[in-house]
Each structure stands twice: as C-alpha cells, then as structure tokens.
C-alpha cells in the first residue's frame, strides 16, 4: 500500500553504508564516534546504528537524556549554557561532560565531579563558509581559546572539544587546521586524556581519503596520548533519507510552478537558513519546474528541476539527503502536517514509525 505523503523515507541499507565507513575509521584510526543527536535524532534506527558507533553527544538536557536513554553507550554531554535547574539531571545522563567555557565549568565542576570533565576550546579557525555556522566568527561565544585561562583550570579537566569543521569535505584543510590547533594548544593537549575532535567532517562522502583521515587521527592520538573522539552528524546520514512529496496544483506564472504538500520553511528548514537548493534526482529532462511549499511564505521554495514529463496534481517527488537538520527542525508553521517518518528495512519492505496528527499540532500550543 502506498503511504501518504509527505513522510521523511530513511533507507537502512543506504545509512548501513555511512555506518560501515564509520566503524572502518574507528577501526583504522582508534577514534571514537559519537552520532550528534543535533543533527539527526531519529531513534528509531539507533538499533541499527548502535553496533558501528560509540554512542552519542548532545545539545541540550533532552538530548543527553535521549542520548542515554535510547542510543546506550558513551554518552557524552555538552551544552552552550547549562542553567542551575538542569545540570544534575545532564550529569546523571553522562559519561562526560563538556563545558562551553570556564565560567560554567567553575560554577558547574563540583556537581560534576563524578564524571569526566571537559572545555570547549576555540581555535578560532574554521572551514565554514558560512558565517552562520562558523563557531571562530568574530566575538564567538563557542569555547575558550585563551591558553593561560585555560591552564588555571587543568585540575579540574581531563579532555577538550574542538568543532571547527563545517561540512568539510577536503582532508588537505582538515589536516592543515588540525596542525594550527596543535601550533596553538599543545601545551594543553599533552595534558590532556581525551580530545573531541567535533562534527562537520565529510570524511563518508565519496572519494574521502579515509585511509589518510584515519592515520591522521591516530598519529595526533600518540603524539598527545589521547583519546580521539568525532562527532559526525551530517557524516553519520548523508545521502540516506528522502523526503517524499505529492504534487497538489501546478500554475504557470512565467515560470512552470509545482506546488507539494510540503514546505521546506517546516520541514527542510536548513536549506532556507542556508539559502540552499534542494536535490531532486535525476533531475534531468525538457520540463522544468519550480518545486514550492504550500505555507503562506512567499519564499517556501525547494528549488528548480528538471523533469521528464510535465508535472500533473498527484504526483510524487523524492527530495534527496533529507535526514540531516530536518526531522530535528521540523516545525509547524502555517499548522502545515508534519511528515511522518518511515523506514525502508533491509529487506525493502516500507514501515511507519511515527505518524502526527492534529492532537500534536495543538498540543505543541496552548
Ligand atoms: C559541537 C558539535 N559537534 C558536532 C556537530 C555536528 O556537525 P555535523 O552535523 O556537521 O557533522 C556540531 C554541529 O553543530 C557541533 O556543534
Ligand atoms: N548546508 C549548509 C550548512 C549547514 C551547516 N550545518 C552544521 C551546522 C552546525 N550547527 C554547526 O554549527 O557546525
């Protein structure tokens, strides 16, 4: 039976493969992975993606909890700002946890001091080219990058996080900015147990050199003593989700216009952030169509494309890579109806997991 639209659609054997190129890495490197529950949260395939990764890092008291709860392992805890009536419950969750910067890790240590502490540090160097997401902006407020601050806190550390890569996918600048973090924190480094190197690493992307990654990663292991840990979020499920949509109206005003039964300002909402297209494939052929969203905004656009034949009311398209900052954003403007979530199991047969209905629109309000 086909299911209704719109539902985010992700496909166990094409996230196996990310996952089989991440447990290759641990394997080469000696690096831990940690899946950031930021980008992708959807719990119902942490059965699956348990058996490649280490466990999780986290954002926030719900997702450490999360993390901890429904993914196991190593569950590491961080957080821009932690707020008194929370950091119990977030260290009750956590094998570590991460400090934004020295003031919270001063108020907040000895509530921690049953688990493993640790400092954000900012190299203050980045490879995004997004100023959005670049955490070295300028006044960024994302970790400590003042050496002889942070050597007044050693005692009570034992590792760091570092996330300065964005969808970095050219090992060449990875290893070039992991050579300044050493130039400008070795002294802390050598002291430190453990170093996490963050997220936005497209190391499962194709042509990656992983095997140059992976050595990489396990010489700054040794000549530090520490052990690595990534993050990967974006990495962990690229190119495994559709988001799959039906065609409700079509208008031409100079342009040919397909109007879904989605909106990418609820439902793929890092694109508009990022004024970014959406991927159809194969997006080939003599039709082309501007994709829109059916909310009220002007700009609810997915993109333009190609099609083989004219569109008609009823039918579908898949939107490509549709797992990363989408199911964790969703959002109900315009009270548009949520996707549901559905998994292709390995087999190919098609399961819904999760399905919202209008008493979680109005339970989401009051
Ligand atoms: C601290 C930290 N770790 C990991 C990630 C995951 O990044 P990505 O999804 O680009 O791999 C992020 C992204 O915000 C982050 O801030
Ligand atoms: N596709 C446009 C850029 C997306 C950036 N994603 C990662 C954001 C993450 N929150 C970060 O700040 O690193």
């Not at 079509?250 to 039964?261: P, R």
């Amino acid at each position: 039976m086909q299911l209704t639209t719109p539902y985010y659609l992700i496909d166990k054997s094409r996230l196996i493969r990310n996952m089989e190129k991440i447990a290759r890495l641990r394997d080469t490197s000696g690096a831990k992975a940690l899946l950031a529950l930021k980008c992708f949260a959807t719990w119902s395939v942490f059965d699956l993606m348990r058996d490649y990764m280490d466990g999780t890092t986290s954002s926030s008291l719900n997702e450490v909890r999360l993390g901890h709860e429904r993914f196991g392992g190593e569950t590491h805890a961080y957080s821009v700002a932690y707020a008194d009536y929370e950091i119990d419950e977030v260290v009750s969750h956590a094998d570590k946890i991460i400090f934004n910067s020295i003031g919270q890790l001063e108020r907040f240590a000895d509530r921690a001091s049953g688990i493993a502490r640790g400092l954000r540090l900012n190299p203050q160097i980045s490879s995004s080219s997004f100023d959005l997401a670049d955490p070295a902006r300028p006044f960024s407020r994302l970790g400590e990058w003042d050496l002889a601050k942070v050597e007044r806190v050693m005692d009570r550390i034992s590792g760091f996080m570092i996330h300065n890569n964005c969808e970095n996918a050219d090992f060449d600048l990875f290893d070039r900015m992991l050579g300044v973090i050493e130039e400008r924190f070795a002294p802390l480094l050598k002291k430190a147990e453990w170093v996490s190197l963050g997220g936005g690493i497209h190391f499962t992307g194709e042509d990656y050199p992983v095997d140059r990654f992976a050595e990489r990663l396990k010489r700054f292991a040794g000549d530090y003593g520490v052990q690595v840990y990534l993050e990967p979020g974006e990495a962990s499920i690229t190119k495994s989700t559709t988001l799959e949509v039906t065609v409700l109206d079509t208008l031409h005003n100079g342009k040919h216009l397909a109007i879904v039964d989605s909106s990418i300002e609820a439902h793929m909402l890092d694109l508009l952030i990022y004024r970014e297209s959406a991927k159809l494939k194969p997006n080939k052929g003599p039709h082309r169509y501007m994709v829109c969203g059916k909310s009220c905004l002007a700009g609810d656009i997915f993109g333009e494309f190609d099609f083989e034949k004219e569109l008609k009311v009823g039918d579908r398209i898949s939107i490509e890579d549709a797992a990363g900052y989408t199911m964790v954003k969703k959002n109900w403007f315009n009270g548009v109806k949520m996707p549901a979530i559905a998994i292709r199991e390995l087999d190919g047969s098609i399961k819904t997991v999760r399905e919202f209905t209008y008493a979680d629109y109005e339970q989401s309000l009051s």
